[in-house]
C-alpha cells in the first residue's frame, strides 16, 4: 500500500516564476492537506481540499492556490514566486473526519 | 501564529537516557498530536491524544494532556541513537467543514551513542 507521494522532489526556480507541486494520497483517503515549512519552524497550513473543493484555507495570499482531482490527487500552485516562498512543501491526506494526517516526504522549492 | 510552542527548543541526551518535551497551546482543542521529522523529510504521525484524556502510551512514547494548563508532554524512554529528530506537537480543532492541524516550531533532539 503506497503512502503519500509528492513530486517533484527538488525544485529551483527564480522570483516571478510560477510553479506546480503534485499530491497523491494514501490509498482510501480522500482529503489532502498542504503545508509549508520554512528552514528550522513547524509547517504552516495552507489549504485543505476534499470533493475537488478547497475547504479550509489558512493565511497564505492568493499567489498560492490548489486543485484537487477526481482520484483524489492534488496540485499547489504558487504564482509570481518570492525569495520568502523557499520552504519545504508537504501534502497529507487523511479519510474525511478522521484526525490523523499521513504525510508526504515533501518537495523542496529554492527561489532564487 | 502558532498555536503551539514546544519547550525546549534542543534537547542533547545519551543513549539509553530519557527525553521529556513539552507543548503549549492557546486555544481549546479537540484533539493533540506529536509528529516526528528526521532531516527536513516527511512528518511521522506518533500519537494522538484527545481532549478527554489524560495520558496516552504507544511502545516508548508516553503523552500527557493537561486541558486545564492548556500543555501536553511527550517523553520518550530509554532513547536509542535512531530517535534523533525533530518532534512537532500540532493542535486539531476540528469543524464542520474539516480540520487542520498547527503545529509548534519543534524540539529537535539529539541522541548521542
Known amino acids: 500500500d503506497a503512502g503519500v507521494t509528492q513530486s517533484p522532489t527538488h525544485l529551483i526556480k527564480t522570483r516571478g516564476q510560477q510553479v506546480t507541486l503534485r499530491c497523491s494520497p494514501k490509498s482510501g483517503h480522500d482529503t489532502v492537506s498542504w503545508y509549508q515549512q520554512a528552514l528550522g519552524q513547524g509547517p504552516q497550513f495552507i489549504f485543505q481540499?476534499?470533493?475537488?473543493?478547497?475547504?479550509q484555507r489558512g493565511n497564505f495570499p492568493d499567489r498560492f492556490s490548489g486543485h484537487q482531482f477526481p482520484n483524489y490527487s492534488s496540485e499547489l500552485n504558487v504564482n509570481a514566486l518570492l525569495l520568502g516562498d523557499s520552504a519545504l512543501y508537504l501534502c497529507?491526506?487523511?479519510?474525511?473526519?478522521?484526525?490523523?494526517?499521513?504525510f508526504g516526504p515533501g518537495t523542496r522549492l529554492l527561489v532564487l | 501564529s502558532q498555536q503551539g510552542e514546544e519547550d525546549p527548543q534542543a534537547l542533547s541526551i545519551q543513549e539509553g537516557e530519557n527525553a521529556t518535551m513539552n507543548c503549549s497551546y492557546k486555544t481549546s482543542i479537540n484533539n493533540l498530536q506529536w509528529y516526528r521529522q528526521n532531516s527536513g523529510r516527511g512528518l511521522v504521525h506518533l500519537i494522538l491524544i484527545r481532549s478527554n484524556e489524560r495520558e496516552k502510551h504507544s511502545g516508548r512514547l508516553r503523552v500527557t494532556l493537561d486541558t486545564s494548563k492548556k500543555s501536553s508532554s511527550l517523553l520518550i524512554t530509554a532513547s536509542r541513537a535512531a530517535d534523533t529528530a525533530s518532534y512537532f506537537c500540532a493542535t486539531d480543532l476540528i469543524k464542520a467543514a474539516g480540520n487542520k492541524l498547527t503545529f509548534g516550531g519543534g524540539t529537535r533532539v539529539l541522541v548521542k551513542p
Open positions: 497529507a491526506s487523511s479519510p474525511l473526519a478522521r484526525e490523523t494526517q499521513y
Open positions: 481540499y476534499y470533493e475537488e473543493e478547497e475547504r
